[in-house]
């Protein structure tokens, strides 16, 4: 499993738990702190925002909702993500 720098995955909990979690075969992989480009979270935030969310969305909240809800509604359909 790869994961970030999320406080959940640095909690004494989260910590405790790799150990056991190595012996029944799952393998834990941090990604370098302030690597955006390694978190698709982030790659597909900066799609949103920079390719694909209209200029009129930003003309009031009632529009950024509308268009967000759209582009993550079709996101696979009308807007796809490649990740490679």
């Known amino acids: 499993m790869v994961i970030d720098n999320a406080s959940i995955h640095t909690s004494y909990e989260f910590l405790d738990n790799i150990e056991r979690w190595q012996q029944q075969g799952l393998s834990?992989?941090?990604?370098?702190?302030?690597?955006?480009?390694?978190?698709?979270?982030?790659?597909?935030?900066?799609?949103?925002?920079?390719?694909?969310?209209?200029?009129?969305?930003?003309?009031?909240?009632?529009?950024?909702?509308?268009?967000?809800f759209e582009i993550l509604a079709n996101i696979g359909k009308f807007y796809i993500v490649n990740f490679a």
């Open 28 to 68: 834990i992989v941090n990604i370098a702190p302030y690597s955006p480009e390694l978190n698709m979270i982030e790659i597909l935030w900066r799609k949103i925002k920079y390719e694909w969310m209209p200029f009129s969305a930003y003309v009031s909240f009632k529009n950024l909702k509308e268009s967000l």
